[in-house]
């Protein structure tokens, strides 16, 4: 099998792993939405707007970490202009140092940031 990562520009890994990403939050909201729809008792048109919401908020949520996640690999790759694991670590806390600052709780976001500094 060949390895086509040395030929294919970065940018397009990046959307190739957004697309696959978003489409799994999709699935992963059509499973989870109704589990939870069940569980806080809803129904008729409430249940079908809860569970189009969770399937749109997981499927960007996880479109979204996977850009922040891609494209910050690609930027600290060409920065450090090697390909190794450093890349991936330091793109993962990039990434998870982002969704933390959504959740907004900045001792979190802090403690995460300064262990790989």
Known sequence: MEDFSESVPCSSLAVDSVLRMSSAGFIWGSCFGPFDAKRLGLSGSA???????????????????????????????????????????AAGAVAG????AGTRNWKQVACFTDFFR
């Open 97 to 100: 140092a982002a969704f933390g």
């Open 47 to 89: 249940r079908a707007s809860f569970i189009a919401r969770t399937v749109g908020q997981c499927g960007f949520s996880c479109g979204l970490f996977a850009a922040i996640f891609s494209f910050s690999h690609c930027g600290i790759e060409r920065y450090r202009r090697k390909k190794d694991w450093v890349n991936t670590l």
